[in-house]
């Protein structure tokens, strides 16, 4: 059992119940608008990091990461972009990269808003962390984690904190 933090749109900083929160997790996955190398860097020196830069994300992170991330985790296949969208409403490109690919998980960010969609059509879970940073529209800080056995995704939790009570 591989136990799995995820975030995204931390925008450079980064909650301190984000170590606490991921404490028990094997890795972290990060879809998207970093912010800054500093961060990547933290959350990379507490966990093995797996990240794609955002849109927001300047020249050193895009040379660090990729736009596109697909890789494996226990039986589990998992496909990671910053700008997806969700099922029904995917991003350009993206049905193709599914329909390519075939992950179970789908993985996306930038819209500041979680959300957990199963797309029957493609036999996938989507998964958009929301946003774990201070910056954007968003008025609750969330994040996920959640365990892949075999094939199985489990023990989904969600962290959600009031942006207003967010430390500066």
């Not at 990091?49 to 296949?77: P, T, W």
Request: proline share 4%; glycine share 8%.
């Amino acid at each position: 059992m591989t136990k799995i933090g995820l975030l995204s749109d931390t925008h450079g900083w980064l909650h301190p119940r984000v170590f606490d929160f991921f404490a028990s997790c094997n890795l972290i996955l990060h879809a998207g608008d970093i912010g800054s190398v500093e961060t990547a860097d933290q959350l990379a020196k507490f966990k093995p990091l797996y990240a794609v830069y955002g849109n927001i994300d300047g020249h050193q992170l895009r040379i660090q990461f990729s736009e596109k991330l697909l890789f494996e985790v226990e039986s589990c296949k998992i496909l990671m972009t910053h700008i997806g969208g969700y099922p029904g409403h995917y991003a350009k490109g993206i049905s193709d990269l599914i329909r390519q690919h075939k992950p179970d998980i789908f993985v996306s960010g930038h819209s500041h808003i979680l959300k957990v969609i199963p797309d029957k059509k493609n036999k996938l879970l989507h998964i958009n962390p929301g946003a774990a940073g201070r910056n954007g529209l968003h008025h609750k800080i969330t994040m996920i984690r959640f365990a892949i056995d075999g094939k199985a995704i489990q023990d989904m939790e969600i962290l959600e904190i009031n942006r207003d009570q967010a430390l500066t």
